[in-house]
């Protein structure tokens, strides 16, 4: 059989055709299984560890809230709950507030602490609405005293 000689006219490198069936990394683990299979266990230990982190423990129990904590519990029954879970993670709406003080970090990624998370009380903050006009001083103090509990 003779040699193919190909002309290179500058539209395509020379050489045979070759017919493309994936992407190459795709067939590259397929060929080398326990390479993958590490690759894999690996990325899942990396998110796992990254979003853990040490775990919370759990909210003050109802029975221990002191009258301030109470009355807070109060106006986040009535005017947070239908947006943020208290007592577990995960998004309803709005973000969890599980630990929220507990935590080095608001939702927004601001430094947790009151002077961070009063202007949001009272303001809001993208879809959520500012109660600014619906809390009086010590609703707001009742509200971010629970707000410590979780």
Do not use: W
Request: with cysteine; glycine share 10%; hydrophobic share 35%.
């Amino acid at each position: 059989m003779a040699a193919q000689s190909f002309v290179y006219s500058g539209e395509r490198k020379p050489g045979p055709r070759r017919h493309h069936t994936g992407s190459a990394p795709l067939r590259d683990m397929i060929r080398r299984p326990a390479l993958s299979l590490l690759l894999l266990v690996s990325a899942a230990g990396i998110a796992l560890l990254s979003g853990c982190g040490p775990s919370l423990g759990p909210s003050k129990p109802a029975s221990q809230l002191t009258p301030q904590e109470q009355s807070g519990h109060a106006i986040y029954e009535r005017d947070c709950a239908g947006c943020h879970y208290a007592n577990h993670t995960g998004d309803l709406h709005g973000p969890s507030l599980f630990g929220v003080f507990r935590k080095k970090y608001l939702p927004s990624g601001a430094p947790a602490n009151d002077q961070r998370a009063i202007p949001v009380i009272l303001r809001g903050r993208n879809m959520m609405p500012g109660f600014g006009n619906q809390l009086d001083d010590q609703q707001l103090q009742d509200l971010l005293a629970y707000l410590h509990t979780l």
